[in-house]
């Protein structure tokens, strides 16, 4: 019963979408891939012939022998989830949303509104959080997905599909959203997102039992980044100026949210949120996003022994100090500039068998 849970280890952005991605092109025909989450973080798939910027959908709907699946721990744009599916052309016999997924309303909006969410978090405002709260709080006039008549042909019990997905043999990839820094329970209250975002947490949004679980990876990226605003501690932040010139990047950085537009704010490598990561999610594999931000000259490198020594050793220093193999590393915004030593089992046999015997 293949599982693998994909979460972020830092504020979201690590590249979680490029990584299931990956995971999805190279899995069997008709993997099970789950979305947990809101519509206020975006990720970005990447298939053979397309690449989609989503919200609601898993990465895996650019796959077209994927089936798709929103938790029931879901918030639920139906405007933004029906331009996604129209999009990409997802057929009701592809994508199954469990009917006690939430739907974000008018009220779930003006809820966060009446918070002064933007100005006290940098909220992205998009009803998520209002929805989570409007959800526990069992509001008398709450929609959930099994309330929207066009989303009938849909709706299926998404914990009983995984499982029998699982029984099956089938390759089942958990895709969570944002990252630990950002959980509810275990970030920097108040300057967090509306839900704890440990994988613990997103496999109880799928309703997947945790003795399930095959492979945990955790993404990290070289210079973790926040959203812009007034959004919470980013420490050792720097300018993407700095970064421009630690790099060697010959034209000038900068990220945006893909929900807001927002500038992004940069830091450098924070390796206390990293072990805290690490400490709560136990991953098996770490994926490194932005070594090109590293140096330059290894922008779209797709061999290890290739990187620059000043890669290489980053790459090293964080395996060992962590104590966990990174076998996915990511050398560019483009999803092919992946480097991916999980290929080669040697590598992952000396890995692991280091990391047994430092426990």
């Not at 996604?84 to 974000?104: F, G, H, K, M, Y």
């Not at 009803?127 to 959930?144: E, F, I, N, Q, S």
């Not at 100026?241 to 950085?253: K, T």
Request: proline letters at 5%.
């Amino acid at each position: 019963m293949p599982l693998t849970v994909v979460v972020g280890g830092q504020y979201g952005s690590e590249g979680k979408g490029k990584m299931v991605s990956y995971l999805a092109s190279r899995a069997p025909a008709e993997t099970l891939v789950v979305r947990c989450g809101g519509s206020n973080a975006g990720h970005t798939a990447e298939g053979p012939r397309r690449k989609a910027l989503l919200r609601q959908l898993p990465s895996g709907a650019v796959f077209d022998d994927c089936r798709l699946f929103l938790a029931a721990g879901m918030q639920l744009d139906i405007d933004v989830l029906r331009a996604e599916i129209q999009q990409l052309a997802i057929s009701a016999d592809r994508l199954t949303i469990d009917p006690n997924a939430v739907v974000i309303d008018a009220q779930a909006r003006e809820l966060e509104q009446g918070q002064e969410l933007l100005g006290r978090v940098a909220s992205t405002m998009t009803g998520t959080g209002g929805a989570v709260a409007r959800k526990v709080l069992r509001a008398r006039d709450l929609t959930l997905a099994r309330d929207v008549p066009d989303l009938a042909p849909y709706l299926g019990d998404v914990s009983e599909q995984l499982w029998h997905g699982l029984v099956a043999g089938r390759q089942v990839i958990v895709e969570g959203t944002q990252g630990l820094g950002l959980s509810l329970h275990h970030g920097e209250y108040p300057f967090a997102t509306s839900r704890d975002t440990s994988a613990a947490a997103f496999l109880s949004e799928c309703g997947v039992p945790p003795t399930a679980v095959t492979e945990v990876i955790v993404v990290l990226r070289t210079y973790p980044i926040r959203v812009g605003g007034n959004s919470g501690p980013l420490y050792n932040e720097i300018s993407w100026q700095s970064l421009q010139e630690r790099s060697g990047y010959p034209v000038a950085l900068a990220e945006y949210t893909t929900v807001t537009g927002r500038l992004r704010r940069v830091a450098e490598f924070d390796w206390a949120l990293a072990e805290k990561a690490v400490r709560i999610n136990q991953p098996t594999a770490l994926a490194i996003h932005g070594l090109d931000y590293v140096n330059y000259q290894d922008l779209g490198c797709r061999s290890f022994p290739a990187l620059s020594e000043r890669s290489q050793q980053f790459v090293g220093g964080l395996e060992t100090r962590l104590g966990v193999p990174a076998p996915y590393l990511f050398t560019g915004p483009d999803g092919e500039a992946l480097i991916d030593r999980a290929a080669h089992s040697a590598y992952l046999h000396e890995r692991r068998a280091t990391q047994a015997a430092a426990a």
